[in-house]
Nanobody, 127 residues
Framework: QVQLVESGGGSVQTGGSLRLSCTRSGYTYSSNCMGWFRQTPGKEREGVAAMYITSGGGAYYADSVKGRFTISHDNAKNTVYLQMNSLKPEDTAIYYC???????????????????WGQGTQVTVSS
């Protein structure tokens, strides 16, 4: 059983930065693809970024965050990060970490394809 715990959310002003962390525990035989998603009330969950944590494969990003967000991982710490720069009010959401996803260009953003989820961390960007 994989467990995911997010941290690092908070409140910042437009143009500010935050770094989210997702620490993973447990073991799985499946994919080692991990992703970040976000959701606001009344809207569908949106894929933000994803990457494999055990290979040199590339990362995937939503168009809305390309050039501003960076996903990375530290295998020694079993942690995946989401560095968020140049934050905008529209980035306000609950951010979720997810594991065991498809991690390919056509399906990385399919939330239902991920098997494990964290509890979420709130990010609020004020103008």
């Amino acid at each position: 059983q994989v467990q995911l715990v997010e941290s690092g959310g908070g409140s910042v002003q437009t143009g500010g930065s935050l770094r989210l962390s997702c620490t993973r525990s447990g073991y799985t035989y499946s994919s080692n693809c991990m992703g970040w998603f976000r959701q606001t009330p009344g809207k569908e969950r949106e894929g933000v970024a994803a990457m494999y944590i055990t290979s040199g494969g590339g990362a995937y990003y939503a168009d809305s965050v390309k050039g501003r967000f960076t996903i990375s991982h530290d295998n020694a710490k079993n942690t995946v990060y989401l560095q968020m720069n140049s934050l905008k009010p529209e980035d306000t959401a609950i951010y979720y970490c997810a594991a065991e996803g498809p991690c390919d260009a056509h399906s990385w953003y399919w939330g239902y394809a991920y098997d494990y989820w964290g509890q979420g961390t709130q990010v609020t960007v004020s103008s």
